[in-house]
């Protein structure tokens, strides 16, 4: 079980990586082009500043909008034993089949203004489906009359037809699942501030399949968030009844109760994240802290700055589902602290420090008591790390960057005498050859330091030539073997797949 949540996770690793760049971009240009923000802050309002802000807006929300895609296409590429090319391919046509499948469905037989959205969930299945029948199939032999859709042109027709099969799936049992959420945050919306912990904790909760907008929408924008009067006008849900009171010259006292819902988010995306990921690379082996550092550098700071938090969430979610209910736990018991604590503060979509300036410090203490954030916000970054730093360290959570190679010792930095006066293609053509050749390698794939190996035949291997090569240590396990490159051994790895034409 282990190592499957690990393959799943390194599987992610790709479409994780461009979620941080993509968060600022989102964050930096949805929260200043802000309409409320605009009215607030005039100097926002500069044509070209405005400009530059909402094509940043746009960027960033292109790779969010579309992020059940890209995980789809990433995982499939990323659990794909061979021939990853054409795994992202099919990857993206079946998702985009099992979207339409489900739209049509509901074009057909669902009344008008029915949605069904799987979120992440959805790109999981796809996902999982495609790379499992690519690896089986991919190198099938059809009759002859049949021969041009064999091997890899196989694939994106099979993974097609089962994606019709799924989204029909999805489109009977999702829509209960979704009512029932609406039932849910009626419940939530009587229950004071027991209810705001409800609320932040199912929140964080369904964030991580890309199912929140399914709780968050009914608070924000309708009668479940609150109703009040603001400037002679009778304005319906948080966020609503938020930007009226900021627009309105003459409000005095506390923002609205409704925000509730927004206040939690502070503590946990300005510091409690950025803790989480300050232990995370406090808890890898010193050697790889450096290769795996920016990473959580980049993610925490995403936190910080924006509020968006999938780049660094998605680092241990996949890995460690259970860590990740421990934090959606710990982000529904913000909300309720900062329910107890008369912190109102609304955001515009997120919660980290752009939002916590402009509609918290900026607007007044007396109107958002936003010091509040600040005390209680540094006891809940010391919370995140304690609890984060015990869990990875106790339990050996395998996140980015984790895995220990104490086997290679110090001597991965010294370089062979082959190392120094042969090429990268040759050094790789001499690791085939100790394989026992071409025909007796089945895959090969990096880890952060390390060849792993897959062969027919083990007892054909010359280990001393692979260590020639620059293998501090060669390592026997079912199926094949690990030798340990250091640093060199994803250089090696691509350049061996090259030579032995593997996609």
């Known amino acids: 079980m282990f190592k499957k949540f690990s393959q799943l996770g390194k599987a ?22 802000n309409d409320a923000a605009v009215k607030a802050y005039p100097w926002l309002g500069v044509a070209w500043l405005q400009t530059i802000l909402k094509v940043m807006s746009f ?4 790779v969010f909008s579309n992020i059940a895609l890209i995980f789809a296409v990433g995982l499939a590429v990323g659990l794909a034993n061979g021939d990853k090319g054409t795994a992202g391919l099919s990857g993206a ?22 949605t069904v959205d799987t979120g992440v969930i959805g790109s999981i299945v796809i996902g999982g489906m495609v790379a499992y029948l690519h690896n089986r199939y991919r190198k099938i032999e059809l009759p002859q009359f049949l021969g041009f859709f064999g091997g890899s042109r196989f694939i994106p027709i099979i993974t097609s037809f089962a994606a019709i099969f799924i989204g029909a799936i999805f489109y009977m049992i999702w829509p209960p699942i979704q009512d029932q959420m609406i039932v849910v945050g009626h419940a939530i919306a009587k229950m004071g501030s027991i209810g705001t912990f409800l609320y932040g904790f199912l929140l964080r909760l369904l964030g991580a399949v890309g199912l929140h907008h399914t709780i968050y929408p009914l608070f924000w924008y309708t009668s479940l968030g609150g109703t009040a009067q603001v400037a002679g006008h009778t304005v319906v849900g948080a966020q609503n009844i938020f930007f009226a009171q900021l627009a309105d010259p003459n409000h005095v006292g506390l923002f609205t109760y409704g925000t509730r819902f927004f206040a939690g988010r502070f503590a946990t995306m300005m510091f409690g994240l950025p803790a989480a990921a300050f232990a995370m690379y406090r808890s890898l082996p010193k050697k790889n802290r450096k290769k795996n550092g920016g990473l959580y550098l980049s993610g925490g700071l995403t936190s910080f700055l924006t509020g968006i938090t999938e780049p660094l969430e998605y680092t241990f979610l996949f890995v460690a589902p259970w860590l990740y209910v421990i934090h959606a736990f710990l982000d529904g018991l913000s909300f309720y602290f900062a329910d107890i604590l008369n912190i109102r503060i609304g955001n515009s979509f997120s919660g980290g420090l752009i939002d916590y300036l402009l509609f918290g410090v900026l607007q007044g203490k007396d109107k958002t008591n936003w010091p509040n954030v600040i005390w209680f916000g540094i006891i809940w970054a010391i919370i995140y790390y304690v609890v984060f730093r015990f869990c990875i360290t106790k339990f050996h959570v395998a996140i980015p960057g984790m895995e220990d190679d104490d086997d290679s010792s110090s001597v991965t930095t010294k370089e062979s005498k082959s190392e120094k006066n042969s090429s990268l293609h040759e050094q790789s053509e001499q690791i085939i050859t100790a394989l026992g050749g071409a025909n007796n390698i089945e895959s090969v794939e990096a880890c952060a330091t390390r060849l792993r190996i897959s062969v027919k035949d083990n007892s054909v291997v010359n280990k001393q030539v692979l260590k020639d090569v620059g293998a501090t240590a060669v390592l026997d396990v079912s199926g094949g073997l690990q030798a340990v490159y250091g640093g060199k051994a994803d250089l090696f790895s691509q350049e061996i797949n090259d030579i032995l034409g593997n996609d």
């Open 12 to 33: 992610f690793m790709l479409p994780i990586a461009i979620l941080p760049a993509a968060g600022l971009l989102l964050g930096l240009g949805g929260a200043l082009t």
């Open 59 to 62: 960027a960033g929300n292109a």
């Open 93 to 114: 046509v079946s998702f985009l089949v099992y979207t339409a499948t489900i739209a049509g469905l509901i074009q057909m037989f669902s009344p008008k203004g029915t």
